[in-house]
């Protein structure tokens, strides 16, 4: 045969499988049309019509065997026997529609649930950065022993690095900032990221608009930015000729350079940035100290971009050679950062976040296995009565290879329909997971049922399909044939049951393992909610506003003092203060002191957590002042130099010793000449939390922001009589009214902020619960399933029992005996798997060790109280056997 | 794509399917099983349908074309024809099998 005819036969057949019916009926009618000719002419001979008729068929051969073979070749076998195996299996399961619906309903619970974590996986995790091969993207950190705020980086040494390294093909400084636009028609409040000028060629990204930033934009004095596509839209409506136009930030004057597309986000965890400038506004001619030349001022982040073919490992060798030696070169500022990490930008990017989601996925498995564990176990059940087919067909001369064949398209097909109703779940569900996760995880709200987690779905489904699928018709290929026919299909296969035993056990197991987690997670969720903050959280209003140092430099105390003043006049509140880096804001601050009573050489001192305030603050928060006084209108700058600690700083640094009247020196300059000045401790107050999920109490240092006039802002914290959240339009009101350039924003109450602190944990504890309840409803439907099945077979063995004189006492403790095995085996292994994997779940858990003994217990009472409720009612149905009926029956 | 295993036989088939259509015109498969089954005489007694697998064959590569029409008795049958490049193949075929008996009746005589 030639290639052409090669090529038109394979043609043909692959249109034949499109044409399947039209050639079916074309074959039938010219089979039938043949026979008739035959015996026609058969008749025509003399024959009878009977006999001619069988003739015909005779002369023919098998009209079937022909019928078959042509059909198989008129398309391609392999899709021809799919075809014909699926189609059987669609009878089958429109033959047993409940069994059928049972599992459809159980694959679509646990199918559904992997797609719905999957798609968030895949938008958090799978989905590369949006920039330019961002394989190459990584994130530089400093390190070192001490404090929190250890990763952070400052000027000089991200100068250094940028000129040393050997790694990267380009090295970019970023920070946040927050500046007031003014000059247009309502002054508004912007976030914006201070970066290198050679931001957008390392991420590889152009502006729609205008020009990036040169090189020469980093040098003091240029003041230049790239604004975002929505702040064009809305402020100077999409007009083109923005580009060189002048803007006014907080006072200053502004070039912008260019306009960044709609898609561009940098950084990506922060989706509302509205502009970026370069480092040079760290560079204020006016600051006789200012950051880019300050190695103790640790603030910035640094992403960079690995050469071609350097590996992150390499990159991190040699940032940690050179912050090594620049500890070595600056002991004074670099002791604390001698070391340096880089990681790739997603893993940093996501931090504990990824852990949180293995985890996730990890239990959302578990409860698709503990699906497939029923699955299987309803497909054993069913095998067993469909042994008398699988003897036939055996029989019929279907050798076993064609039999596993058929169950494994049965069971796949199942798997596949289980899959597209686990897809229209999914659909359903993911909205209301987003909504619960709010923006606790970075990306997540661009998860959506797109095509690579359909595949995800197609897959799962065919994987479980076999997984679920194997067992049985393994089982079935092994079946005796001759023994099954003998014995009219009720003969016993005890391989059956042994095996539908372990796959209960296991479902136990994985059971334990889940509700343990769930436990653990709430148990940890409900000591967060319901531990001290060490304030009174309810009723507090919090807003924000800044007062630009072009203009409030030398007044910015006397303005807080009437505004305070004006705002505690206002009907509704009870007190208010301000406080520049409150709690539950997540922004806190740690300031190196000096302590003349424990001298360290400089480089060493310790670290503590910082907080500049007004007075009253700690009135309007309802912290306790343990000792001492609150600071007041009379701590100015020509005063004496004050400061308050809290009970852990003075414990820690002071034990037993009275803190009042002591001096420190923490490292804050008050724009006095000479360096920060030595501070009095005039108070002690008690601890707070900074934030929902810190898990101890840390030393505080607070400081008078009346003695700090460089620095800025303060947040304001009110106290309310009435609704906080009614307060606004009065507040809005009052701080336009003193100045109408300042806009407020981040207008919350104290609550709600610590309900966004909390929504990471709260939506780990929710999922897995819903997870570990799933799990706990598939294993007890399917130990009873189990239990039944197995009272259902040993009907003839009680009733035999019962007619031979034992009780109905007897059989019943025999059933629930048996149960209680199953679930006591699958606990004892569910206990040791938990207790060897607790430590996944440690980054997770407040307030509570990952082997908590209580909720393991109760773990386990939970899951045998529904083992025996499961067990119980097959126990009863096996106690309540007629003897005489089951024996007939056979 | 499964062939079946005896080619030579199959090779036979097809050619007396193609001989018979070209003698013959387009013909039902029924009239082709019957005059393959007269001109071997009854020497060859094949079951009348595995022409069927065999028309499928030939139509499949383009060398007989398939189309309905009505018997002499007003019954509706699939009738056969040659198409041109099965009328070419006929040759081609015929050399072939010519060959191979030739071959075959040297070996049976060489003794």
Same mark, same amino acid.
């Given at each position: 045969?030639?290639?052409?005819?090669?090529?038109?036969?394979?043609?043909?057949?692959?249109?034949?499988?499109?044409?399947?019916?039209?050639?079916?009926?074309?074959?039938?009618?010219?089979?039938?049309?043949?026979?008739?000719?035959?015996?026609?002419?058969?008749?025509?001979?003399?024959?009878?019509?009977?006999?001619?008729?069988?003739?015909?068929?005779?002369?023919?051969?098998?009209?079937?065997?022909?019928?078959?073979?042509?059909?198989?070749?008129?398309?391609?076998?392999?899709?021809?026997?799919?075809?014909?195996?699926?189609?059987?299996?669609?009878?089958?399961?429109?033959?047993?529609?409940?069994?059928?619906?049972?599992?459809?309903?159980?694959?679509?619970?646990?199918?559904?649930?992997?797609?719905?974590?999957?798609?968030?996986?895949?938008?958090?995790?799978?989905?590369?950065?949006?920039?330019?091969?961002?394989?190459?993207?990584?994130?530089?950190?400093?390190?070192?022993?001490?404090?929190?705020?250890?990763?952070?980086?400052?000027?000089?040494?991200?100068?250094?690095?940028?000129?040393?390294?050997?790694?990267?093909?380009?090295?970019?400084?970023?920070?946040?900032?927050?500046?007031?636009?003014?000059?247009?028609?309502?002054?508004?409040?912007?976030?914006?990221?201070?970066?290198?000028?050679?931001?957008?060629?390392?991420?590889?990204?152009?502006?729609?608009?205008?020009?990036?930033?040169?090189?020469?934009?980093?040098?003091?004095?240029?003041?230049?930015?790239?604004?975002?596509?929505?702040?064009?839209?809305?402020?100077?409506?999409?007009?083109?000729?923005?580009?060189?136009?002048?803007?006014?930030?907080?006072?200053?004057?502004?070039?912008?350079?260019?306009?960044?597309?709609?898609?561009?986000?940098?950084?990506?965890?922060?989706?509302?940035?509205?502009?970026?400038?370069?480092?040079?506004?760290?560079?204020?001619?006016?600051?006789?100290?200012?950051?880019?030349?300050?190695?103790?001022?640790?603030?910035?982040?640094?992403?960079?971009?690995?050469?071609?073919?350097?590996?992150?490992?390499?990159?991190?060798?040699?940032?940690?050679?050179?912050?090594?030696?620049?500890?070595?070169?600056?002991?004074?500022?670099?002791?604390?950062?001698?070391?340096?990490?880089?990681?790739?930008?997603?893993?940093?990017?996501?931090?504990?976040?990824?852990?949180?989601?293995?985890?996730?996925?990890?239990?959302?498995?578990?409860?698709?296995?503990?699906?497939?564990?029923?699955?299987?176990?309803?497909?054993?059940?069913?095998?067993?009565?469909? @042994?008398?087919?699988?003897?036939?067909?055996?029989?019929?001369?279907?050798?076993?290879?064609?039999?596993?064949?058929?169950?494994?398209?049965?069971?796949?097909?199942?798997?596949? &329909?289980?899959?597209?109703?686990?897809?229209?779940?999914?659909?359903?569900?993911?909205?209301?997971?987003?909504?619960?996760?709010?923006?606790?995880?970075?990306? &997540?709200?661009?998860?959506?049922?797109?095509?690579?987690?359909? &595949?995800?779905?197609?897959?799962?489904?065919?994987?479980?399909?076999?997984?679920?699928?194997?067992?049985?018709?393994?089982?079935?290929?092994?079946?005796?044939?001759?023994?099954?026919?003998?014995?009219?299909?009720?003969?016993?296969?005890?391989?059956?049951?042994?095996?539908?035993?372990?796959?209960?056990?296991?479902?136990?197991?994985?059971?334990?393992?889940?509700?343990?987690?769930?436990?653990?997670?709430?148990?940890?969720?409900?000591?967060?909610?319901?531990?001290?903050?060490?304030?009174?959280?309810?009723?507090?209003?919090?807003?924000?506003?800044?007062?630009?140092?072009?203009?409030?430099?030398?007044?910015?105390?006397?303005?807080?003092?009437?505004?305070?003043?004006?705002?505690?006049?206002?009907?509704?509140?009870?007190?208010?203060?301000?406080?520049?880096?409150?709690?539950?804001?997540?922004?806190?601050?740690?300031?190196?002191?000096?302590?003349?009573?424990?001298?360290?050489?400089?480089?060493?001192?310790?670290?503590?957590?910082?907080?500049?305030?007004?007075?009253?603050?700690?009135?309007?928060?309802?912290?306790?002042?343990?000792?001492?006084?609150?600071?007041?209108?009379?701590?100015?700058?020509?005063?004496?130099?004050?400061?308050?600690?809290?009970?852990?700083?003075? @414990?820690?640094?002071?034990?037993?010793?009275?803190?009042?009247?002591?001096?420190?020196?923490?490292?804050?300059?008050?724009?006095?000449?000479?360096?920060?000045?030595?501070?009095?401790?005039?108070?002690?107050?008690?601890?707070?939390?900074?934030?929902?999920?810190?898990?101890?109490?840390?030393?505080?240092?607070?400081?008078?922001?009346?003695?700090?006039?460089?620095?800025?802002?303060?947040?304001?914290?009110?106290?309310?009589?009435?609704?906080?959240?009614?307060?606004?339009?009065?507040?809005?009101?009052?701080?336009?009214?003193?100045?109408?350039?300042?806009?407020?924003?981040?207008?919350?109450?104290?609550?709600?902020?610590?309900?966004?602190?909390?929504?990471?944990?709260?939506?780990?504890?929710?999922?897995?619960?819903?997870?570990?309840?799933?799990?706990?409803?598939?294993?007890?439907?399917?130990?009873?399933?189990?239990?039944?099945?197995?009272?259902?077979?040993?009907?003839?063995?009680?009733?035999?029992?019962?007619?031979?004189?034992?009780?109905?006492?007897?059989?019943?403790?025999?059933?629930?005996?048996?149960?209680?095995?199953?679930?006591?085996?699958?606990?004892?292994?569910?206990?040791?798997?938990?207790?060897?994997?607790?430590?996944?779940?440690?980054?997770?858990?407040?307030?509570?060790?990952?082997?908590?003994?209580?909720?393991?217990?109760?773990?386990?009472?939970?899951?045998?109280?529904?083992?025996?409720?499961? &067990?119980?009612?097959?126990?009863?149905?096996?106690?309540?056997?007629?003897?005489?009926?089951?024996?007939?029956?056979? | 794509?499964?062939?079946?295993?005896?080619?030579?036989?199959?090779?036979?088939?097809?050619?007396?399917?193609?001989?018979?259509?070209?003698?013959?015109?387009?013909?039902?498969?029924?009239?082709?099983?019957?005059?393959?089954?007269?001109?071997?005489?009854?020497?060859?007694?094949?079951?009348?349908?595995?022409?069927?697998?065999?028309?499928?064959?030939?139509?499949?590569?383009?060398?007989?074309?398939?189309?309905?029409?009505?018997?002499?008795?007003?019954?509706?049958?699939?009738?056969?024809?040659?198409?041109?490049?099965?009328?070419?193949?006929?040759?081609?075929?015929?050399?072939?099998?010519?060959?191979?008996?030739?071959?075959?009746?040297?070996?049976?005589?060489?003794?």
């Amino acid at each position: 045969m030639d290639e052409v005819s090669r090529l038109r036969t394979m043609f043909s057949r692959i249109l034949a499988l499109f044409r399947r019916r039209a050639l079916d009926r074309d074959l039938d009618e010219e089979l039938r049309s043949h026979l008739e000719m035959a015996a026609e002419e058969n008749r025509k001979r003399g024959m009878s019509h009977e006999e001619a008729r069988r003739r015909a068929m005779r002369d023919f051969g098998g009209v079937t065997q022909v019928r078959e073979t042509v059909r198989m070749r008129e398309g391609v076998p392999f899709v021809e026997n799919l075809r014909r195996d699926v189609a059987y299996a669609l009878r089958q399961m429109g033959r047993a529609p409940g069994f059928a619906a049972v599992v459809i309903i159980t694959l679509a619970l646990g199918i559904g649930a992997n797609t719905t974590v999957f798609s968030i996986v895949d938008a958090v995790m799978l989905r590369p950065l949006p920039y330019a091969q961002p394989q190459r993207l990584v994130e530089a950190q400093s390190s070192g022993m001490g404090s929190f705020s250890a990763e952070d980086v400052s000027y000089p040494d991200f100068f250094d690095w940028r000129r040393q390294n050997r790694s990267f093909e380009r090295l970019v400084s970023y920070h946040d900032a927050s500046f007031t636009l003014t000059g247009v028609e309502r002054a508004v409040h912007l976030n914006g990221q201070v970066v290198s000028w050679d931001l957008l060629p390392l991420l590889g990204v152009s502006p729609e608009l205008g020009r990036g930033f040169r090189p020469e934009e980093e040098k003091r004095g240029s003041r230049v930015v790239l604004i975002s596509h929505a702040l064009w839209v809305s402020q100077f409506g999409s007009d083109a000729s923005v580009v060189g136009r002048t803007i006014h930030l907080s006072g200053d004057a502004y070039t912008i350079a260019g306009v960044m597309p709609a898609s561009f986000r940098f950084p990506v965890v922060e989706p509302k940035t509205s502009f970026w400038t370069t480092l040079a506004m760290d560079d204020d001619a006016n600051d006789h100290h200012p950051a880019v030349g300050n190695r103790g001022m640790h603030f910035l982040n640094v992403i960079g971009r690995l050469k071609p073919g350097v590996t992150v490992a390499r990159a991190d060798a040699d940032m940690k050679a050179m912050a090594a030696a620049l500890a070595k070169q600056y002991p004074d500022s670099n002791t604390g950062h001698d070391s340096a990490e880089v990681q790739s930008e997603l893993t940093a990017l996501l931090g504990d976040t990824r852990m949180l989601l293995m985890v996730v996925l990890g239990a959302v498995a578990l409860v698709l296995l503990i699906a497939c564990g029923n699955v299987a176990n309803l497909l054993l059940a069913r095998a067993r009565e469909r @042994e008398r087919e699988m003897a036939m067909r055996s029989a019929l001369g279907a050798n076993r290879g064609r039999i596993v064949r058929q169950l494994l398209v049965e069971s796949v097909t199942l798997g596949i &329909a289980g899959g597209v109703a686990g897809c229209a779940l999914a659909f359903l569900v993911t909205p209301a997971v987003l909504r619960l996760i709010g923006e606790s995880v970075p990306r &997540a709200a661009d998860a959506g049922v797109n095509l690579p987690v359909l &595949a995800f779905a197609l897959l799962v489904s065919l994987v479980s399909g076999v997984l679920f699928g194997l067992v049985p018709a393994v089982t079935a290929a092994k079946a005796d044939l001759l023994s099954t026919l003998k014995e009219g299909g009720r003969g016993d296969i005890g391989g059956h049951h042994r095996l539908g035993s372990l796959v209960i056990v296991g479902q136990v197991a994985l059971g334990i393992v889940l509700t343990a987690g769930a436990g653990l997670l709430m148990t940890s969720f409900v000591k967060l909610t319901h531990k001290d903050e060490g304030f009174n959280p309810n009723q507090v209003l919090m807003f924000n506003f800044e007062t630009p140092d072009s203009r409030y430099m030398k007044t910015r105390p006397a303005f807080y003092r009437e505004y305070f003043e004006r705002l505690r006049a206002l009907p509704g509140v009870q007190s208010a203060a301000g406080s520049m880096l409150p709690p539950m804001t997540d922004n806190a601050a740690e300031l190196s002191f000096e302590n003349p009573e424990h001298p360290v050489p400089e480089g060493q001192q310790s670290n503590a957590t910082v907080d500049a305030i007004s007075p009253e603050y700690f009135h309007t928060m309802q912290i306790p002042l343990l000792m001492g006084r609150d600071f007041n209108d009379g701590d100015d700058l020509k005063s004496t130099q004050v400061m308050i600690v809290n009970q852990a700083f003075a @414990e820690k640094y002071f034990h037993g010793e009275n803190p009042l009247g002591k001096k420190l020196k923490p490292g804050a300059g008050n724009g006095t000449p000479g360096g920060p000045p030595w501070r009095e401790i005039v108070g002690v107050v008690g601890n707070i939390r900074a934030s929902a999920t810190q898990r101890e109490m840390q030393p505080m240092q607070y400081l008078p922001a009346s003695q700090l006039a460089l620095w800025c802002c303060m947040r304001t914290v009110m106290r309310t009589t009435v609704d906080p959240m009614s307060l606004e339009p009065q507040v809005r009101n009052l701080v336009s009214s003193m100045d109408r350039d300042i806009p407020v924003t981040d207008v919350s109450t104290m609550r709600d902020l610590m309900g966004l602190e909390l929504a990471q944990p709260r939506f780990a504890m929710i999922l897995l619960g819903a997870f570990a309840g799933l799990a706990l409803v598939l294993t007890v439907v399917g130990l009873y399933g189990v239990m039944a099945y197995s009272v259902a077979r040993r009907t003839r063995e009680i009733g035999v029992r019962l007619a031979l004189g034992a009780q109905r006492g007897t059989v019943l403790k025999m059933v629930l005996r048996d149960a209680a095995v199953l679930v006591g085996v699958g606990m004892a292994i569910g206990i040791a798997a938990t207790l060897a994997s607790a430590s996944v779940l440690q980054s997770m858990l407040y307030g509570t060790a990952s082997r908590n003994p209580l909720v393991l217990g109760g773990v386990c009472g939970v899951v045998a109280f529904a083992g025996l409720v499961a &067990a119980y009612v097959p126990a009863m149905r096996a106690a309540g056997i007629d003897p005489m009926r089951a024996l007939r029956a056979e | 794509m499964g062939e079946d295993k005896s080619d030579v036989l199959q090779g036979t088939l097809d050619l007396m399917v193609l001989k018979t259509l070209e003698t013959m015109g387009p013909q039902h498969g029924y009239g082709i099983a019957r005059r393959i089954e007269q001109i071997s005489e009854q020497a060859l007694r094949l079951n009348q349908g595995t022409i069927y697998p065999a028309l499928l064959r030939l139509r499949q590569r383009g060398w007989i074309r398939a189309d309905w029409g009505t018997s002499e008795n007003g019954r509706r049958a699939r009738y056969y024809s040659l198409t041109k490049t099965g009328k070419a193949q006929i040759e081609k075929e015929t050399e072939s099998w010519e060959r191979v008996a030739a071959t075959m009746a040297r070996f049976l005589t060489v003794q």
